[in-house]
Structures are given as C-alpha cells and as structure tokens.
C-alpha cells in the first residue's frame, strides 16, 4: 500500500499525463516495430494513447479511485477486462508475470495469488490484431499494422496443422524474443511455463480439463536448444550460449 501523500502525488502526476490530446498517430507508429507489447501497452495503443511515459500502476492508482475519472481514457475500464478475460481463456499469445504485493513499508510480501502484471506481462501485437478484427473491433493502431502471414505449419485452419509442432515453434519463438535469460532460469523452465499458460491454444489439456504435462516435456524437449541441462547465459553477456550444431 503506498502512503497518501506518494499516492496523491502520484495520482496528480498521472492525471496531467492522461489530460492530454490523444496522440498523433506518428507518436504511435514507432510502436509499430513491437512484436510483443505489454497488456499495459496494448490497451492504451487499442485507446489511442501512446503508453511510453506511463505506467499502469498510476492509471490503476486513478482508475480504482474513481472510475469515473475525467482523465481516464474512455473505454480503459472495458478493454482491460476484455484483454484479461481473453489472456485467462488463451485466446492471446502471452507470457504471464504476476504481481507483487508490498506491505505500507514497502517490503515485499511476495506474489499476489492468480494475479496478471500488467507491466510485465507480454502480449503479441499480431495475435491481438486478430483478437480485434475477429470482433469487428477497430482501433486505428492495431488495425493499421501491417498483417503478417505465418507459415502454413502455424494456421489452424491448415488441414494438416499439428498444435504440437505449432507449440514447439511459438514457444521457441517466445522465449527467445523476449530475451528472458535470467542466471537462474533454464530454457526448459522457461518454455514449461510458457506453455502452460498458452494451453489451451494449442490443446495441451486433457479432457478433465487439466495440464497435459507429459505432452508438454516432449515439446519442450523438441524445442529446447540445451538438452544438455544448465542455465542460459544472457544474449547481453560475453559468451553467449549458442545451439550445438
């Protein structure tokens, strides 16, 4: 919990920054280069605002306070609920971050149970372009980025579509793009998770309704460039772990 005087500042801070004129649409097409956006992003890039000075825990901060807000954006409210609710039932291709919860002294008290980070959680920007125009929906942002076709191995509507083979690739294609090598992680721990949360997409559920976590270990043996076992080394270190030939 922050202290009343952070959070009015921090409220009056955010307020000035939401007050302003939607952006042009030059200010957003650098966002354009994303492959992934953080759900934070997503929804004010779905709003029209450009995300680059502002953090969701200060729109939060305003929105919890009154949703009725003037300064908050119209439509914030229902397109995260939208967002969220498709990210829980997989219809969007995401990396799931919880979030922290901080006691009034400002120490950690670990993760909030169930909870979604909209800071760190990372959406892609052409699955949520589908999400969109499957709905009818327009924004100006996503409707103007430029489709990108997959290959033919990655469409479901492919007679011959293997969501095994396609989980394999996405999660590969993930984990390395989001460049998420920590000391301690391993690309097996780090595409088990991916996967688990991108279940239902690519059917690694049983018919119970729970994770098919055999089904998971094998493509995660496909796809992982270390079989040998070890943490990755980071692509920003000077000795980069590279695939074995």
């Known amino acids: ?144 980025v430029q489709e990108i076709s997959s290959a033919d191995y990655l469409d479901p509507e492919n007679p011959f579509y293997a969501p095994k083979l396609a989980a394999a690739v996405e999660a590969w294609t993930a984990i390395t793009g989001e460049g998420k090598f920590e000391g301690e992680s391993t690309p097996t721990k780090l595409m088990e998770k991916w996967l688990r949360e991108n279940a239902i997409r690519f059917s690694l559920n049983k018919a119970d309704g729970k994770l098919n976590e055999d089904a998971i270990a094998q493509i995660t043996k496909i796809a992982n460039w270390r079989p040998e076992g070890g943490a990755s080394k980071s692509p920003g270190s000077k000795n980069p772990t590279t695939p074995k030939k």
């Open 1 to 144: 919990m922050l202290s009343l005087p952070v959070a009015k500042s921090l409220s009056e801070n955010s307020e000035k920054r939401l007050s302003q004129p939607k952006e042009k649409m030059e200010a957003l097409d650098y966002w354009k280069l994303s492959e992934r956006v953080t759900i934070f992003q997503a929804i004010m890039l779905i709003i029209g605002r450009d995300p680059e000075n502002m953090k969701s825990k200060d729109v939060e901060l305003i929105y919890r306070t009154n949703e009725r807000n003037p300064n908050i954006p119209d439509g914030y409210g229902a397109i995260k609920t939208a967002l969220l609710i498709a990210v829980r039932k997989g219809l969007l291709d995401v990396s799931i971050e919880k979030e922290r919860d901080y006691d009034q002294n400002g120490n950690d008290c670990g993760w909030i149970a169930d909870s979604i980070d909209l800071n760190q959680s990372f959406v892609s920007v052409a699955e949520t372009r589908k999400y969109l125009k499957e709905r009818n929906f327009h924004s100006d942002f996503f409707s103007s």
